[in-house]
């Protein structure tokens, strides 16, 4: 079965401090995962995905097949950059298309 | 950039009531379209998949006569709630993959902002 695990609901750090939001997954195929972020009062956006190995925003993501991890990473947090973070994996639907499986959300706040 | 809208933002009904959310793709086709459910404090859940010119495929535990869905056009997608009761009362949100000379332009889902339903 296909699970993305956030272990943490809540995470805050003060500004330039550095941020790692964990990211857990189970599937037995090879994964696709991505992270998505959603800023207050803002629909849910696409942040990054593992196969582009681009840093956006500031913000890294490495698969490690390994630990089954997806752990998004920025090396000194912003104020800006609170927000919901939903990291997610893209494996078979119903039918034969492809879904997101969303872990539960990592509340970042960053403090001034 | 692509971008979706949802109509409308939010609704609030009686319990026993229909209602109906549209989910467009403003600027680009989409064959496909997802509907979710958001609870509070939890995360979002796929209820289905709209396909265009066919019917939608619901995942496990999803009710398909309760949660009609109709993919009419390449930019439209809606959902009705049939004789929703309270605990329909959820956030409803849609994605959609763009569309082009028959094969999907990227992986990447566009979401909407999601309609809040609360029935009474």
């Known amino acids: 079965a296909q699970r993305v695990t956030q272990p943490e609901k809540l995470l805050s750090v003060f500004k330039g401090a550095p941020v790692e939001l964990k990211c857990n997954y189970s599937y037995s195929g090879s994964p696709e995962l991505f992270w998505y972020v959603q800023y207050s009062r803002q629909r849910l956006q696409l942040l990054l995905r593992h196969i582009s190995r681009e840093s956006i925003k500031g913000f890294t993501a490495d698969l490690n097949k390994g630990e089954t991890s997806f752990h998004l990473k920025k090396p000194f947090a912003q104020e800006e950059d609170s927000a919901m973070y939903y990291c997610a994996l893209s494996g078979p639907a119903q039918g034969g298309s492809e879904k997101l499986v969303f872990g539960k959300g990592t509340k970042l706040t960053v403090n001034p | 950039g692509a971008v979706v809208s949802q109509h409308p933002s939010w609704v609030i009904c009686k319990s026993g009531t229909s209602v109906k959310i549209e989910c467009r793709s403003l600027d680009f086709q989409a064959t496909t379209m997802f509907w979710y459910r958001q609870f509070p404090k939890q995360s979002l859940m796929l209820m289905a998949t709209s396909n265009e010119g066919s019917k939608a495929t619901y995942e496990q535990g999803v009710e398909k006569d309760k949660f009609l869905i109709n993919h009419a056009s390449l930019t439209l997608s809606t959902l009705t709630v049939t004789s929703a009761h309270p605990e329909d009362s959820s956030f409803y949100i849609c994605?959609?993959?763009?569309?082009?000379?028959?094969?999907?332009?990227?992986?990447?889902?566009?979401f909407g902002p999601g309609t809040r339903l609360t029935v009474l």
């Open positions: 994605s959609a993959r763009p569309w082009t000379s028959g094969r999907f332009m990227s992986d990447t889902q566009y």
